[in-house]
């Protein structure tokens, strides 16, 4: 029998309780308890916080003595969500308790529980018959009720196929069908000048022709030939797709700093991006929490930030516990996972999240920070101190280092440098600071964040590269929340990410801006489905069904004359709820395969049953390719 059981469990208050019991014979004394949140802690009983890094906490209890065989209880008060209630993301995550030697007595992972209960939504299991199973929509499709035997046997001769098929050997090997069948039916290629991921495939009674211009609308035409094989099964119908893309970007976000994510687990995500015919990937490396990257310039950052534990540089955050855990990627793996995009017709654009986000750089690095500063301010993550300093000759020599590292390490034209959720006042305060807006007779901090971004732009511009980053780089931040932002006083050729809200978009695309929509209230799958205690994900946005990503239309409300400024629409993934996995699969799936079918098809079904039925088989076909799925 383990020592301690520890049960955390909301009552029917709301009001978060951790029940430790001594099973043992021993009395316990000077002892912690240890553990992450998501919301922060607004009042507690029982115990007083002794240590803090964002939500992770340390609590010393009032009774300092745990006796045989007794038990103790702390009571919580959180942050109430904006939307939505508490679910099973909401607890405490990697809880453990330690004496006063500092080490472990008990660790758990025991389940949160609820007094009070909301019921999990019941979702239909019924099925209309569709005559698409191709998610995304092709733009047109001509497909008969007259079909021809296939037995799952092809046969490739083309060197454009077989290369094609070759990168789909990895993701698609569950499915038993075989391209290099002598006595299969013939799939044969025809070069015409097309987009580059325009394709059209007909289906004749004697053999397949694929017409495709480039490798992407090669790769795609594959694709849908793929879903149709899957669907049919030992048959296929007569007839033609033709398609191409409405958005040129189709994007997802991975979250790699609040959690570490393997080379492996990344590979996976390329595979269903491009099962879906997404071509973005927005590979968040730096954050608070971490930096994720091995540069060359720096190698402590990521060998000293990218490892946590209770007796790590950096403190347990996220629930990733007492025990040494985390990683960061090396240049090998960079390279490897850049290949491997590449191939599925993916370009990875990295994130280095600068000004703020930046805690764990700064512990590092403190020379960023005026260390004669006296503001102590703190961001919507409850970090301190979090904003490295631009006024500062070492910053300008740290950013010039990193960024030349950077750019010569991603291939893609894009890097992203963040500049979301900088705290109003996390310049106050510092000398240096307020002598160099006298000096450049700027007013306000919102000036220097320009002058900051401007100045990073132009250092990627020498290396032929182009800037990216959130809505506050261009504009006033959407929430109140404490975060300062830009006057719009930027280079227009920046990027702009707009997240916060959809009325983001057209404030971005009035000041000029080429802009990805990308709202948190759609596109943020970290956001819980709906409002059951059962669920997991927070709910800070919104709650976000599966139905709510196919009614969005992107380009509605938004003037014609800016249609040509929307690049595109992403899907973001947070990481502050995946402590496992595999909650990768069920917060993304099938909401991203959803908002493929928005960012591709420009005649979207919008008859929300006859594509849940698409959706049906597609998610049968994840399902074989090894994913599993949230329902929907």
Known sequence: ??????????????????????NSDKIFSSF?????????????????????????????????????????????????????????SCGPEGIFVIDKNDEIIQSTKN???????????????NHVNTSMPIVPEPQVSKLKNDFINCNNSFYITDQNLLEIVSVL????????????????????????????????????????IITAFAYPGRLYALISLIHLIFYYHNKLPLGLIQDKPQFNWRGMHLDCARQFHSVNQIKRLLEYMAIFKLNRFHWHLTDNEAWRLDVKSFPNLAHKTSFRGYHEFIPPVYGTGYYRSGGFYSSKDVKEIIEYAKKLNIEVMPEIDLPAHSWALI???????????????????NYQNNTINPSLDATW????????????????????????????????????LIDFMKKNKYQSFDEVQDYFVNRIINILKGFNKRTAAWNEAALPPHHDIGSGGGTGKIDKNCLIF??????????????????????????????????????????????????DIHAWQPLNNIDSQYHSLIVGVQGQLWSETLTQ?????????????????????????????????ALFQSMQLTTKLGWNYHDY
């Open 397 to 432: 020599n740290f950013l010039e280092s990193i960024l030349k590292d950077v750019a010569e390490t991603f291939s893609y034209s894009l890097i992203h440098i963040g500049v979301d959720e900088r705290p109003k006042h996390s310049w106050q305060g510092s000398p240096e």
């Open 169 to 208: 050997e990895r993701p698609c090997q569950n499915l038993k069908i075989d391209f290099n069948s002598k006595q299969g039916m013939q799939i044969n290629y025809r070069k015409v000048k097309l987009g580059p991921e325009e394709y059209r495939v007909d289906i004749l009674q004697d053999q397949i």
């Open 498 to 547: 707009a997240w916060e809200h959809t009325s983001v978009v057209k404030k971005a695309l009035k000041k000029g801006f080429e802009t990805v929509m990308c709202p948190g209230q759609l596109c943020y799958f970290d956001m819980a489905y709906n409002n059951s205690t059962n669920e997991r994900g927070i709910c800070w946005a919104a709650t976000i069904e599966t139905s």
């Open 581 to 613: 996995e595999r909650y990768i699969d069920l917060m993304i799936n099938p909401r991203l395969a959803t908002l493929a079918e928005v960012a591709w098809s420009s005649n979207n079904r919008r008859n929300w049953s006859n594509f849940r039925s």
């Open 32 to 88: 912690k308890v240890c553990f992450s949140l998501v919301y922060s802690i607004k009042s507690i009983e029982g115990a007083r916080i002794s240590r803090q890094t964002g939500r992770y906490y340390e609590l010393i209890t009032d009774d300092s003595n745990l006796p045989a065989h007794g038990s103790l209880l702390i009571i919580f008060t959180l942050q109430v969500p904006r939307i939505g209630t508490y679910n099973m």
């Open 363 to 381: 512990q590092v690095m403190p020379e960023l920070h005026d260390s004669k500063s006296n503001n102590i301010f703190q961001d919507v993550g």
């Open 111 to 125: 389940k949160l529980t609820f007094e009070k209960e909301i019921a999990r939504a019941i979702y239909s299991t």
């Open 1 to 22: 029998m383990t020592p301690l059981s520890i049960t955390p469990k909301f009552n029917t208050k709301n009001l978060l309780e951790i029940l430790i019991k001594n």
